[in-house]
């Protein structure tokens, strides 16, 4: 049984720093591209970053330069550096493993 369970959200000020966390079991982890996604209250889920199976990295415009996707194959954990938080990266963030496997969620609130 696949499970992926997210930690690391929190309340956080404008400009500061959070590291989610995704920890994945019951998955032959080093295969799969994965990424992280987010949904804001009323909006459509958005892709945040995603990492390939071998390390390549692609991220959403309105992150470049301010958020980080990394994994640890041997750890089966996927992670999200977030820096330079603004207001509007507040949102519930979810990793998705492969096309099929998501995480149940972390709130990210970022205050002014």
């Known amino acids: 049984q696949v499970q992926l369970v997210e930690s690391g959200g929190g309340l956080v000020q404008a400009g500061g720093s959070l590291r989610l966390s995704c920890a994945a079991s019951?998955?032959?982890?080093?295969?799969?591209?994965m990424g992280w996604y987010r949904q804001a209250p009323g909006k459509q889920r958005e892709l945040v970053a995603t990492i390939s199976s071998g390390g390549a990295a692609i991220y959403a415009d309105s992150v470049k330069g301010r958020f980080a996707i990394s994994r640890d194959n041997t750890k089966k954990t996927l992670y999200l550096q977030m820096n330079s938080l603004k207001p509007e990266d507040t949102a519930v963030y979810y990793c998705?493993?492969?096309?099929?496997?998501w995480g149940q969620g972390t709130q990210v609130t970022v205050s002014t």
């Open positions: 019951g998955i032959f982890f080093n295969i799969y591209g």
């Open positions: 998705k493993i492969g096309s099929e496997y």
